[in-house]
T-cell receptor, first 114, second 110 residues
């Protein structure tokens, strides 16, 4: 499986600010995924990030709030913009194995918004 | 509506007990069923199941899929405190969609 490095591992932010989360993979991958896990809930897909094209967002998530960059096949960023306490969650980066069957996850970013 | 339902939502057992975690799914164009263990933040992959009736086994953990009845179970025998975690199942469907269940929080007491 790919080694996925995600940072920061946690942060505490003030309302109205933005945070950019980075995800680095040790091998080239076509698709990268960003998930959110709110307290006590399961994983919800925010968007799929493909290199060379705009990210595809799931229902309920918009680019203005969660802009994503995917400059190459090993790196992606997710920005949580204009944060509010409701954005307090774990944010997870994920990639698929080479045959696109299993998704592996980074260590996650625990975000708390005051 | 596509959905994945896990039960129970939480479970408390003592070391040495055997547990069975359930996952049912209703998705279009089902492809595979995956199990993950989430201890702190990152879910770690356990099993992927694509065929009915074929048990996947890793140490004290095993899992099986029933595509007719649309469910899977995850068994853990001789539980240890280190098995305490949230266990997530996910159904992969359509071209590349994946939906996660709410998870089962397992607590193993010494």
């Amino acid at each position: 499986s790919a080694v996925i490095s995600q940072k920061p591992s946690r942060d505490i932010c003030q309302r109205g600010t933005s945070l950019t989360i980075q995800c680095q993979v040790d091998s080239q991958v076509t698709m990268m995924f960003w998930y959110r896990q709110q307290p006590g809930q399961s994983l919800t897909l925010i968007a799929t990030a493909n290199q060379g094209s705009e990210a595809t967002y799931e229902s309920g998530f918009v680019i203005d709030k969660f802009p994503i960059s995917r400059p190459n096949l090993t790196f992606s960023t997710l920005t949580v913009s204009n944060m509010s306490p409701e954005d307090s969650s774990i944010y997870l980066c994920s990639v698929e194995n080479s045959i696109g069957q299993v998704r592996y996850f980074g260590a996650g970013t625990r975000l708390s918004v005051l | 509506e596509d959905k994945v339902v896990q039960s129970p939502l939480s479970l408390v057992v003592h070391e040495g007990d055997t547990v069975t975690l359930n996952c049912s799914y209703e998705v279009t164009n089902f492809r595979s069923l995956l199990w993950y263990k989430q201890e702190k933040k990152a879910p770690t992959f356990l099993f992927m199941l694509t065929s009915s009736g074929i048990e996947k086994k890793s140490g004290r953990l095993s899992s099986i899929l029933d595509k007719k009845e649309l469910f899977s179970i995850l068994n853990i025998t001789a539980t240890q405190t280190g098995d305490s975690a949230i266990y997530l199942c996910a159904a992969e469907y359509n071209n590349n969609d994946m939906r996660f269940g709410a998870g089962t929080r397992l607590t193993v007491k010494p």
